[in-house]
């Protein structure tokens, strides 16, 4: 570069100078002050070191990354303004609960349903009764503690058809051919053991207007209020309440249950029962049932052994009815108290609450919770063993079944059998 006189160099844009020469090192263009820059140079901003964002810029997010809301201008001292409504955030939606059935609901209904049905069965059978009046004439008897009732069962033929008389081998043509009895018991229960005390049908006693002769003539020629008559004057117990039952209510009663169990001493062979029968104990149904406790022709003491059987009968029948599964299954209830109260006539006043008492004192005669004998009788000709009868039914009287001993309470009713 040629040098000046005032021995500086001269440069571009000197005055005296062609800037010409020059021009393609600012793109072919004027540079000179006052020329029309098309791209003039920009001056790059200064970063903040910490946030990287240009010194004086404001942030339009905050740090979690969401849009910066920008804070509202300031209350002026004239007009105070109000702060931002809040906005609840939303609740989450609570569950809803799950229905649930009203399971206690239906068991109650259930339950009293159930109730019902057990009270309603008893009273709707009893309603079914025949009733008869077996208030005897004469005195009677004062009112002694706990409740003695009459149990006679009834060798009625009325309303068999020919052929039920030929299954049950009752004889006869389905024809009524007068009173007779082959059971007769007295259960007395109380605060004692419940009692259940048989009277052989051929015991020889005193019968009002028909001098001494066999108990069972008295039901025969009087019915029932002849034959309590006689029971009453010659034991001096007071007879409270009567059940008669007959051949087919025995029957019914016992297929009811769905049979019993017996425990024969011996085999039995005897065609006047309709009966067939081997030893040992074994299930039996109503028809043999009947004949078991009928017969009295094949064993060595007669009706006396015939009455022993009629009270292991009666005990079975009492076992099974009182057994859970006689409340629990419907079908079994309706019957055990339908056959119940077939072929049944009780006496007037007895009401259900006295015919229930019956059944429940029933179920207890055997075994440890009840008593089971025979009339004490002297010899087999059935004449009362007077001391000993005596003695036993003072003890009824008093309502002392619990004392009883062992020598007054026989099966047969003879001393030292059993």
Same mark, same amino acid.
């Given at each position: ?23 393609? !090192?600012?793109? =072919?263009? $004027? +540079?000179?002050?006052?020329?029309? $820059? ?8 200064? !970063? ?51 229905? +649930? ?13 159930? !109730?019902?049905? !057990?009270?309603?069965?008893? *009273? ?9 009046? *077996? ?17 006679? =069962? ?14 049950? =081998? ?55 209020? /002849?034959?309590?008559?006689? *029971? ?8 409270? $309440? ?33 009966? +067939? ?93 009840? /008593? ?31 004392? *009883? ?14």
């Amino acid at each position: 570069m040629p040098a000046t006189g005032n021995g500086r160099g001269r440069g571009p844009g000197d005055p005296g100078e062609d800037d010409s020469q020059y021009s393609w !090192l600012y793109g =072919g263009q $004027d +540079r000179r002050p006052g020329a029309d $820059d098309p791209e003039p140079t920009r001056m790059l901003p200064r !970063l903040d070191r910490r946030t990287g964002r240009p010194v004086g810029e404001q942030p339009t997010q905050d740090g979690l990354g969401r849009p910066r809301q920008e804070p509202p201008p300031p209350a002026t001292s004239r007009q105070q303004q109000p702060p931002p409504p809040v906005v609840p955030r939303p609740a989450p939606a609570a569950r809803r609960p799950r229905r +649930r059935r009203p399971v206690g609901r239906i068991l109650a209904l259930v339950v009293l349903a159930w !109730l019902v049905f !057990l009270v309603a069965v008893p *009273i709707w059978a009893v309603g079914r009764i025949d009733k008869v009046d *077996i208030t005897p004439a004469g005195e009677r008897p004062a009112e002694q503690p706990g409740t003695t009732y009459l149990l006679v =069962g009834s060798d009625s033929r009325k309303g068999l058809s020919p052929a039920e008389n030929k299954r049950l =081998g009752t004889g006869g043509v389905g024809e009524d051919i007068g009173q007779r009895t082959d059971t007769i018991m007295l259960l007395h229960t109380g605060s004692g053991p419940s009692m259940l005390l048989s009277i052989p049908r051929d015991s020889l006693v005193e019968v009002p207007g028909r001098g001494r002769t066999k108990i069972n003539s008295a039901f025969a020629a009087g019915g029932p209020k /002849l034959l309590v008559q006689t *029971i009453e004057q010659n034991t001096g117990v007071r007879v409270d $309440d009567y059940v008669e039952i007959g051949f087919g209510g025995f029957v019914n009663a016992v297929d009811a249950v769905g049979g019993i169990t017996v425990c024969p001493r011996e085999r039995m062979v005897d065609p006047k029962a309709n009966l +067939r029968i081997s030893k040992g104990c074994q299930e039996v149904d109503g028809v043999k049932a009947l004949g078991y406790s009928r017969s009295r022709y094949v064993s060595a003491l007669g009706d006396l052994d015939r009455a022993r059987r009629q009270r292991e009968v009666v005990s079975a029948i009492g076992a099974e009815v009182k057994s859970p599964w006689t409340f629990i299954n419907p079908w079994r209830y309706f019957r055990v108290n339908q056959a119940a109260t077939s072929s049944l006539r009780i006496s007037e006043g007895t009401g259900p609450v006295a015919l229930a008492k019956f059944g429940l004192a029933m179920t207890r005669v055997n075994g440890t919770t009840g /008593l089971t004998c025979g009339m004490p009788i002297a010899d087999q000709e059935v004449n009362w063993d007077s001391e000993r009868a005596l003695a036993l039914l003072a003890y009824v009287k008093q309502d002392r079944t619990g004392d *009883i001993p062992k020598r007054l309470c026989t099966p047969t009713g003879l001393p030292g059998t059993n």
